[in-house]
């Protein structure tokens, strides 16, 4: 098994080296060969100038700026049995190349596999409503797949896909400039095969974008496009913001460990919380209960003297209707 990272890269001098560090780091853990190329596309920057500074780098131009058509250049030129879908701004997890492998060896039908981004630059709090939203596009994912099937979940900078199924689907849709050419291919690839989205896949990246444009923002447009390119086949945004700021020093470094640690004290939270309620509930039904018990008692006694009391009148009354029968009868 041979996997290539395809690596669109417009003007990011600042990120790329990075990216390709921690990439050239996995790879000499990898169970499986590992090809890397850069796709200069139409770079005004020292892009091109990174990439070619470390040996094992393949560099691919593509004049026409624009993600799809850098994926699909760099698809163009690869020779791996994957692609590596990731950004430049990325940093691959220990173990990122591995899992890979290991998934795709485990099931031979898998022909995309993908997981969330981790955004080691904003601070853990981010990071967990980021989570959150994870959970409700998972819970999507879930819909749109296995219900509806009218296509799955992939993350743009973080995804593998086969080769053989990415030439069966005709490769990237460059009508998609930006927002939506993730849901797009993997609505494609959904046809072809399972497609998977896992937790256990997680990747680094740079909260830019989300810095840049803001929380709010983004929280709309990602679920407008990915909504929108499933039901229309077409993003809702056509035009998109290029954020290219310096590198700063990092203010944060959020980890998975981190925000492991960070989401399961807020799971005991939410455990207290639920169990306090659940006991609440219970102490009132009981004392609801026990207030309610000498009611019930008088009830009970209240019909049982009516029941003494009219029983004698009902035997009449039946005796009653009796003779007026037979009077009829006569």
Excluded at 1 to 10: H, L, Q, T
Excluded at 182 to 198: N, Q, S, Y
Aim: proline letters at 5%; hydrophobic letters at 40%; glycine letters at 6%.
């Amino acid at each position: 098994m041979k996997i290539s990272f395809v690596i669109p890269s417009y003007n990011e001098e600042s990120y790329l080296p990075g990216c390709l560090k921690s990439i050239v780091e996995e790879k000499k853990s990898a169970v499986c060969e590992v090809e890397i190329i850069v796709v200069n596309n139409a770079s005004s920057d020292n892009t091109k100038a990174v990439a070619l500074s470390f040996p094992e780098v393949i560099v691919v131009d593509e004049p026409k700026k624009g993600l799809t058509f850098a994926r699909q250049a760099g698809f163009v030129v690869s020779t791996g049995d994957l692609i590596a879908n990731v950004d430049a701004d990325s940093i691959l997890p220990h173990g990122w190349i591995n899992t890979v492998a290991k998934n795709f060896s485990s099931s031979p039908k898998l022909i995309a596999l993908s997981g969330p981004v981790i955004y080691h630059d904003l601070p853990i709090s981010s990071n967990i409503l980021i989570r959150i939203y994870y959970y409700i596009a998972y819970s999507s994912y879930l819909l749109n797949r296995f219900v509806l099937r009218v296509g799955s979940l992939l993350q743009g900078g973080n995804f593998a896909v086969k080769r053989t199924a990415l030439e069966k689907v005709g490769g990237y849709n460059t009508n998609f400039a930006f927002y939506g050419e993730d849901t797009e291919i993997a609505k494609r690839l959904h046809k072809k095969g399972p497609v998977m989205f896992t937790f256990a896949l997680p990747m680094y990246s740079s909260g830019r974008r989300l810095k840049a444009e803001g929380f709010v923002k983004m929280g709309w447009k990602y679920p407008i496009n990915y909504f929108w390119t499933s039901f229309f086949k077409k993003p809702f945004h056509t035009s998109y913001m290029d954020i290219r700021p310096p590198k700063q020093a990092k203010a944060f470094q959020t980890t998975i460990q981190k925000l492991h640690q960070a989401l399961r004290r807020i799971e005991i939270a939410l455990a207290v919380i639920v169990a306090v309620v659940l006991a609440s509930s219970v102490y009132v039904s009981v004392q609801i209960s026990k207030l309610a018990e000498p009611t019930i008692a008088q009830a009970k006694q209240s019909n049982s003297l009516m029941v003494r009391k009219l029983g004698p009148e009902v035997i009449r009354f039946r005796y009653r209707l009796h003779e007026i029968k037979a009077d009829t009868d006569d």
